[in-house]
């Protein structure tokens, strides 16, 4: 099992930054990626980026350039660093963790997630 705590997020005014964290705990060992989707209002759940163990990153057309993916191995936690920001980057934005398994190898799905963390991008 996977515990994860996020912080960051509120109001911020549109051209803005935000720096969101993640932190993990439990068996962190097993942990193959992390990433960061988002929901807002009325949409579906999307990728809005990843990293593997390895250090791979991914991100969605929408955030390239203005969000950067990272972490740190040694407090296992990862962060999203969001610049520029844009009132449809409006949402709620949930941190993920994959453990290592058929489910992330074949299939790229999530296995824990986070509670969610609102952040509001005012025009």
């Known amino acids: 099992q996977v515990q994860l705590v996020e912080s960051g997020g509120g109001l911020v005014q549109g051209g803005g930054s935000v720096r969101l964290a993640c932190a993990t705990s439990g068996s962190t060992f097993s942990i193959a990626a992390m990433g960061w989707y988002r929901q807002a209002p009325g949409k579906q759940r999307e990728l809005v980026a990843s990293i593997t163990d390895g250090g791979s990153t991914n991100y969605a057309d929408s955030v390239k350039g203005r969000f950067t993916i990272s972490r740190d191995n040694a407090k296992n936690t990862v962060f999203l660093q969001m610049n520029s920001l844009k009132p449809e980057d409006t949402a709620v934005y949930y941190c993920?963790?994959?453990?290592?398994?058929?489910?992330?190898?074949?299939?790229?799905?999530?296995?824990?997630w986070g509670q969610g963390t609102q952040v509001t991008v005012s025009s």
């Open positions: 993920a963790v994959a453990a290592y398994g058929n489910k992330w190898t074949l299939f790229h799905q999530y296995d824990y």
